[in-house]
C-alpha cells in the first residue's frame, strides 16, 4: 500500500508546489498515512485544511484502506 500511497502523493504534490509547499511520505501503518509538510505548508496556518480537505479526502478516494492521514 505504501507504493499506493505515494503514487497518489507524486499526483499532488506540484498542486503543493505551486504554492511553494511539498509533501513527504513518512510511513503508513494500518491504513494510517503519516506525512511531512515541506516548504510553505510547513508554517502555513491553513495546512490543517490542506492535509485533511485535500491530501486525505484524495488519498481515501482512491485507496479505500486509508483511514486516516497524519502530519509529523
Known amino acids: 500500500m505504501q507504493e499506493q500511497v505515494q ?3 507524486d499526483q499532488i ?4 508546489q505551486a504554492d511553494g509547499g511539498d ?3 513518512v510511513s503508513v501503518e494500518d491504513g494510517v ?6 516548504g510553505a505548508c510547513a ?3 491553513m495546512s490543517i485544511m490542506t ?3 485535500g491530501i486525505e479526502r484524495i488519498l481515501k478516494q482512491q485507496i ?7 502530519a509529523v
Not at 504534490?13 to 503543493?16: E, G, I, S, Y
Not at 498515512?33 to 515541506?38: D, H, M, N, T
Open 51 to 53: 492535509l485533511k480537505n
Open 43 to 45: 508554517g502555513c496556518p
Open 23 to 25: 509533501v513527504q511520505l
Open 13 to 16: 504534490r506540484p498542486h503543493l
Open 33 to 38: 498515512v503519516k506525512v511531512r509538510l515541506q
Open 7 to 9: 503514487q497518489v502523493l
Open 64 to 70: 479505500p484502506e486509508v483511514k486516516e492521514v497524519r
